[in-house]
Nanobody, 120 residues
Framework: QVQLVESGGGLVQPGMSLRLSCVAS????????MGWYRQAPGKERELVAG???????NYPDSVKGRFTVFRDNAKKTVWLQMNSLKPEDTAVYYC??????????????WGQGTQVTVSS
């Protein structure tokens, strides 16, 4: 079974930085996509950053220029570097992995989430 272990969340003041990491393990044949999502209380889960199999990166306007996503497929790890954090960035951040399993099925898995709180 696939597991995603997230870390790096915490409480920071506005303008500070955090780096989140997500390490995947298990029956992963190939990675199609790795990304970060977040969900604030009372809001829908939204995309923060994602990397497709071909290296295409997507950021929403809300984080573009402040957040950077990068990965190491060999290590099955994806990071999210968050700079110039704002209070509105406060949310639970989730790692998502789309991959092919041993039966060539495309499967999506989610991490447990890590809390990021930006407050003065």
């Amino acid at each position: 079974q696939v597991q995603l272990v997230e870390s790096g969340g915490g409480l920071v003041q506005p303008g500070m930085s955090l780096r989140l990491s997500c390490v995947a393990s298990g029956n992963i044949v190939s990675i199609a996509y790795m990304g970060w999502y977040r969900q604030a209380p009372g809001k829908e889960r939204e995309l923060v950053a994602g990397i497709s199999y071909d290296g295409t990166i997507n950021y929403p306007d809300s984080v573009k220029g402040r957040f950077t996503v990068f990965r190491d497929n060999a290590k099955k790890t994806v990071w999210l570097q968050m700079n110039s954090l704002k209070p509105e960035d406060t949310a639970v951040y989730y790692c998502k992995l789309d991959h092919l399993d041993l039966w060539a099925r495309v499967t999506s898995d989610w991490g447990q989430g890590t809390q990021v709180t930006v407050s003065s």
